[in-house]
């Protein structure tokens, strides 16, 4: 079992960033597959960005590249999504999600998730 807890989330001006945070509970956590997804009023929930168990790997939603970076601290059990060059657009509420293997169905595949935080507001300003 992983419970997943976001923060970092804010109010923040076009062109600023924001870094958020994901903390886990277990000592599993470094065994699976971190993703971020946010979730715009009016609209479904949609992929963001992974990263791998190693952190070797990272995959982003083609909205978000060059822009946003994920990233994990396997010791400190917590996953990051570092947001910069944000756009009125990046407004949503953001979700992290953990999946036991990144590679077994589509990377940004919301069913391949086992476990979903309660998600964290992000509302960029124009």
């Known amino acids: 079992q992983v419970q997943l807890v976001e923060s970092g989330g804010g109010l923040v001006q076009a062109g600023g960033s924001l870094r958020l945070a994901c903390a886990a509970s277990?000592?599993?956590?470094?065994?699976?597959?971190m993703g971020w997804f946010r979730q715009a009023p009016g609209k479904e929930r949609a992929f963001v960005a992974a990263i791998s168990w190693s952190g070797a790997g990272t995959y982003y939603a083609d909205s978000v590249k060059g822009r946003f970076a994920i990233s994990r601290d396997n010791a400190k059990n917590t996953v990051y999504l570092q947001m910069n060059k944000l756009k009125p657009e990046d407004t949503a509420v953001y979700f992290c999600?953990?999946?036991?293997?990144?590679?077994?169905?589509?990377?940004?595949?919301?069913?391949?998730?086992?476990?979903w935080g309660q998600g964290t507001q992000v509302t960029v300003s124009s």
């Open positions: 999600a953990a999946r036991p293997d990144l590679y077994s169905g589509g990377i940004d595949s919301q069913t391949a998730y086992d476990y």
């Open positions: 277990g000592r599993t956590f470094s065994r699976y597959a």
